[in-house]
């Protein structure tokens, strides 16, 4: 068997008096892209900082590559790669020299990163900025220079923090396309998101996290065919008072009913009964929508909130 | 803390200097050699006619070294605070550092290296023009290099380890102009500290520029004294009370 390149048991992260991440357990296997999805303040930056052995493990078991991030941190940090929640790109510099700088940091030879750089900066499509300062670069290639450069030591594991947040369609499906070709190229790739379509597109496994802890784990199909029922019926009705007025209606028949402020989402595996309950007593939804759950419905199905409000 | 961790921070360091170094060279060179010409030549030929002048020396040999230590020491103060807050605040580029192997105790020592080295620099290029005008009269003088270089670690030191831990820069303006500006005049720089009211004499003791003034100009002035070791014993408590203080403020903010 291979040994997992994370191994976290019972970690736990607190600053002062405020626990923010709660006693998780999870592994990250080689080869495997690990998501953490979760909502704003769930404690996924600080679960990837103590994984980047940026951030000091409070109480619990954490081996990274096999290693105590407490006793090898440099050692650990010299063979991941590391996106950080918001860009830490040197604005000091151009492209180019962010690269190289960087490298320095992990004691390569000039050589091989000018080697290296080149080669990145290609594959994220950069090259033609190389000598262009940071600052004017959109947000889309600041990212990916973030990630390139954190490749520059060929990293066995890259943690991603967010890595599309903030970015805009185009620039976001660019990216994970190249991280998609990344993971195929054997890294393992560990990332965190509160977008459930870049769960579902890039990771194979993830866990849901909620106020510091784990509420789920499993593959995306898992998670969906565990959690939620195979079909969504989404309603939205002409007024609140409608809309309060159907709930009770729609209950007995499904087994679970959401109302959110905008529409009232109906877990069923029967949608026709559920509206013909409806008619019944002459409420008249304006929109009816049946879609296939996903991971925002095992989210608010365990947690009774939405991912991003 | 490891050498090839440092010198890869110092590379970086250059690499943004050898861009920008002309921003820098009027009031890191520039402006000291000014104030030697008006102040040690200049105002000199004034003094020095005066009865009870500096303790026997010529103003241009008493004022030349301390130009240069208190030169030294603005700038090791001004770049151990907006840059190093900086750093964590407003760039990010000291989280890129400890994302690497690099440690938050290396990009301490990165900072103070790389201070280390541009107030050498100047330095050296003060001495020079300090020589030619006839303000250095020892060949002792070039031991006034490492004086103002550990001076200026007397101040960088604890002035970084304090910024750090600072969330914005409003302190900073009011400790260049409430604690280094006081220095730069009163630290026995352009008189000597016994001209001052003797009630703020011993105010005068406590600062390190004295310390480093005082050996710097018995460098340049070939004039050592027992009280040199006590000189720099005190410069060398500043720079390890600093380090050691940084040593808890560069993990604390940069690995919370
Ligand atoms: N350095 C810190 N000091 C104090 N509280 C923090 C710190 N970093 C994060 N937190 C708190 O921990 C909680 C989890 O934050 P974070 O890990 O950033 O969550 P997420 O990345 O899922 O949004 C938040 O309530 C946040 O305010
Ligand atoms: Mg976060």
Redesign the pocket.
């Known amino acids: 068997m291979l040994e997992s390149l994370v191994d976290a048991t019972g970690l736990t992260k607190r ?2 008096s ?1 626990t ?2 709660s006693g998780i357990d999870f592994h990250v296997q080689p080869g495997e892209a690990f998501g953490m999805l ?10 990837m900082r103590m994984i980047g052995c940026v951030s000091p493990v409070t109480e619990g078991h954490l081996r990274i590559l096999g290693m105590d991030p407490a006793v090898d941190g440099p050692a650990i940090r010299a063979r991941i790669g590391s996106v950080p ?1 918001e860009d830490t790109l040197d604005t000091e510099m151009s492209v180019w020299d962010n690269m190289v700088t960087y490298g320095r940091y992990f004691g390569i030879s000039h050589a091989l990163i000018r080697e290296r750089a080149d080669e990145l900066l290609r594959f994220f499509q950069l090259i033609d900025r190389r000598d262009d300062k940071v600052d004017p670069l959109s947000g889309g290639m600041k990212r990916r220079l973030t990630v390139a450069r954190a490749l520059i030591n060929q990293p066995e594991m890259v943690l991603l ?1 967010e890595p599309t947040t903030g970015l805009d369609p185009q620039a976001r499906h660019l990216l994970w396309e190249r991280l998609y070709q990344l993971k195929r190229s054997g890294v393992t790739l560990v990332l ?1 998101t509160h977008y459930m379509d870049e769960a579902e597109q890039l990771c194979d496994r993830l866990v849901i ?1 909620d106020r ?1 802890r784990i509420v789920a784990e499993g593959s995306p199909r898992e998670l969906i065919d565990r959690h939620a029922t195979r079909e969504v019926v989404e309603l939205r009705f002409a007024s609140t008072e409608e809309q309060e007025r159907s709930v009770p209606l729609l209950e007995p028949g499904s087994p679970r009913v959401e109302s959110l402020t905008d529409r009232v989402l109906v877990y069923t595996s029967d949608g026709e009964a559920a509206l013909g309950l409806l008619a019944e007593h002459a409420l008249q939804p304006t929109s009816v929508l049946v879609r296939r759950s996903s991971l925002e419905d095992v989210f608010l199905l365990l947690t009774g909130r939405q991912l991003e409000e | 803390m490891r050498a090839p961790a440092v010198s890869s921070l110092v590379e970086r360091e250059l690499r943004v200097f050898v861009k920008i170094w002309h921003a820098s060279a009027f009031s890191a060179f520039g402006m000291p050699v000014l104030f030697l010409v008006a102040m040690g030549v200049g105002l000199g030929g004034l003094v020095d006619d005066r009865p009870g002048a500096a303790a026997g020396l010529s103003y241009l040999h008493f004022v030349t070294p301390g130009l240069m230590v208190a030169a030294s020491v603005q700038q090791a103060a001004g770049e151990s605070l907006w840059p190093v807050l900086g750093g964590i605040k407003w760039d990010g580029r000291y989280v890129a550092m400890v994302a690497s192997p690099l440690t938050p105790v290396d990009v301490f020592a990165g900072v103070l290296a790389w201070i280390a080295i541009r107030v050498a620099a100047s330095t050296v290029a003060f001495l020079l023009v300090a020589t030619v005008l006839g303000g250095v009269v020892s060949p002792w003088g070039v031991l006034a290099l490492p004086a103002t270089v550990l001076c200026s670690l007397a101040f960088a030191a604890p002035t970084s380890a304090f910024s750090i831990t600072q969330e914005n820069e409003v302190p900073f303006a009011m400790i260049m102009r409430l604690g280094v500006l006081p220095l730069f005049l009163f630290s026995g720089t352009f008189f000597p500290v016994s001209n001052l009211p003797g009630a703020l004499q011993p105010l005068a003791w406590l600062s390190p520029l004295w310390h480093g003034v005082e050996l710097a100009r018995h460098a340049t002035t070939g004039d050592a004294h027992w009280a040199d070791l006590a000189h720099l014993a005190i410069l060398l408590a500043w720079v390890t009370g600093g380090w050691l203080w940084g040593l808890r403020t560069f993990p604390r903010r940069l690995t ?1």
Do not use: I
């Open positions: 600053f002062g405020f923010a991440v979760g909502p704003n303040g769930a404690g996924k930056s600080s679960t929640q923090d965190t996290m510091g | 919370p």
